[in-house]
């Protein structure tokens, strides 16, 4: 019917209130969680003095802790919140932010970003036709871009940065705060960075019934990720669990998931489902 359902966490900015939309992309802040509703429209819901995009429509939306960017429907980037600088007046096709940096990418695959620069997560490597990405995903001091052919290329500072170098292609990635993970094309998914004893999901599938079958659509928070069973788009968490983190729905059907610090949020055919809570 197209209503969205909440729980979890304090409720103390609204966060479980959602109104009734059927919500296309997510992104997830701090204090809200916004959704791509009719024509391209943003829907977002929690505290008053959350980073809401202004009026507008948006192909792609990313939240950083003081700061909010946006894509417009002409690829064009326009952001709010604290300023990281002024961001190039050309189109992109997907952007992302980290603690006090932000990095888009360019529709022929090439990364671009501005803002801090002091541990060179704002300082792409140089890219040939071969190293092109399709998909980019930032820590606090880190981004980490991801190649059909020369598969996952990080830079900036961190474990992240180190412990992913070398580590092949994968069909999906994110990231936030020091963490990074990734699924590869058998959908096995692969965490690295600060919290990565208490992140990394299990590897064996004959032990672990959790994961015998194929991930897709994974999201990062502080210290719990969670992916989509390709399947039947049931939600599964791992990780820490105090702030009910890992206490996502039942029910399946789920085919957008993202998340913030110790939010998560997920989409269906009814609506938006959020649990967690802010840290």
Do not use: K
Not at 120 to 130: H, R
């Amino acid at each position: 019917d197209g209503n969205a359902r909440c729980w979890g966490g304090a409720n103390a900015y609204g966060e479980r209130v959602p109104p009734t939309y059927i919500y296309d992309r997510l992104a997830v802040g701090r204090s809200q969680a916004c959704g791509q509703v009719y024509l391209d429209y943003v829907d977002c819901i929690g505290a008053e003095d959350a980073l809401t995009p202004p009026v507008g429509r948006y192909e792609r939306l990313s939240f950083g802790e003081e700061t909010a960017c946006g894509l417009g429907i002409d690829g064009r980037v326009s952001c709010w919140g604290e300023s990281l600088g002024t961001p190039p007046n050309e189109p992109f096709t997907a952007i992302s932010i980290g603690a006090a940096h932000v990095c888009g990418l360019r529709p022929n695959g090439t990364a671009v970003c501005w803002g801090d620069d002091t541990y060179g997560q704002a300082t792409p490597p140089p890219q040939s036709d071969y190293e092109s990405f399709r998909m980019i995903a930032s820590g606090d001091r880190f981004t980490c871009g991801l190649s059909d052919y020369a598969g996952l290329i990080c830079w900036g500072q961190g474990a992240a940065v180190v412990d992913s170098a070398n580590q092949g292609s994968f069909a999906s990635i994110g990231a936030h705060a020091g963490n990074l993970c990734a699924i590869d094309f058998s959908g096995v998914a692969r965490c690295w960075g600060d919290n990565a004893d208490t992140m990394q999901p299990p590897f064996d599938p004959y032990t672990d019934a959790f994961y015998t079958e194929p991930l897709v659509g994974i999201a990062v928070g502080d210290r719990h990720a969670c992916a989509v069973r390709a399947s039947d788009g049931v939600v599964l968490c791992w990780g820490d669990d105090s702030q009910g983190q890992l206490q996502a729905p039942a029910s399946g059907g789920v085919y957008r998931v993202s998340a913030f610090g110790d939010l998560t949020c997920a989409s269906d055919l009814e609506g938006m489902t959020c649990w967690g809570s802010q840290s």
